[in-house]
T-cell receptor, first 117, second 114 residues
Framework: GAVVSQHPSWVICKSGTSVKIECRSLDFQATTMFWYRQFPKQSLMLMATSNEGSKATYEQGVEKDKFLINHASLTLSTLTVTSAHPEDSSFYIC?????????????FGPGTRLTVT | AQSVTQLDSQVPVFEEAPVELRCNYSSSVSVYLFWYVQYPNQGLQLLLKYLSGSTLVKGINGFEAEFNKSQTSFHLRKPSVHISDTAEYFCAVSETGGGNKLTFGTGTQLKVEL
């Protein structure tokens, strides 16, 4: 089946620094990718839709300047948490639909656990 | 906008017993429905989906779910669980014709015991 990878799987950073998380579709092209945030024991909350060749679409309440998204190619989207603070500590998961933006067959990455100290 | 409710945050069950994980949704438009499973420190894996057709949907690992439009439900069932089914299960919906953004429920932790 389709595979989506994320790197790193976990990262610890100091408050005030920036962290970049990569999401790659390994065996298919993805013009659209999604970024989610998951707090402990809670559900996934959609943060933004990453679009190859255009700006990301952010969900209401998500700070665009804090969570920078770049869809650099058809297989890579990056999420940069800028000036991270302890409240940004969370599990970040990306997903990509197989078969284009209209496909409902989504594949999820394994997630990246961010801890900000 | 749509929402998903998973009333049971935790469901303990003995191995080889049947299990049902409940999911109810709310939406002003037609939706597609999904169940995902998440093992510890891993991403989500699709168990099954309802897009159209038969309301009884069979998925992987012996799971099935039934779409009930009148009750706006999509409960997940398995007739006999195994220890390896211990995981977090998420119900999700997506608007038909509205792209493929998913709205997730809060999840149900299934714990299978010997």
């Amino acid at each position: 089946g389709a595979v989506v990878s994320q790197h790193p799987s976990w990262v610890i950073c100091k408050s005030g620094t920036s962290v970049k998380i990569e999401c790659r579709s390994l065996d298919f092209q993805a013009t659209t990718m999604f970024w989610y945030r998951q707090f402990p024991k809670q559900s996934l909350m959609l943060m933004a839709t990453s679009n190859e060749g255009s700006k990301a679409t952010y969900e209401q309440g998500v700070e665009k300047d804090k969570f920078l998204i770049n869809h650099a190619s058809l297989t890579l989207s990056t999420l940069t948490v800028t000036s991270a603070h302890p409240e940004d500590s969370s599990f970040y998961i990306c997903s990509a639909p197989l078969g284009g933006s209209g496909s409902y067959e989504q594949y999820f990455g394994p997630g990246t656990r961010l801890t900000v100290t | 906008a749509q929402s998903v409710t998973q009333l049971d945050s935790q469901v303990p069950v003995f191995e080889e017993a049947p299990v049902e994980l409940r999911c109810n949704y709310s939406s002003s438009v037609s939706v597609y429905l999904f169940w995902y499973v998440q093992y510890p420190n891993q991403g989500l894996q699709l168990l099954l989906k309802y897009l159209s057709g038969s309301t009884l949907v069979k998925g992987i690992n012996g799971f099935e779910a039934e779409f009930n439009k009148s009750q706006t439900s999509f409960h997940l069932r398995k007739p006999s669980v195994h220890i390896s089914d211990t995981a977090e299960y998420f119900c999700a919906v997506s608007e038909t014709g509205g792209g493929n953004k998913l709205t997730f429920g809060t999840g149900t932790q299934l714990k299978v015991e010997l």
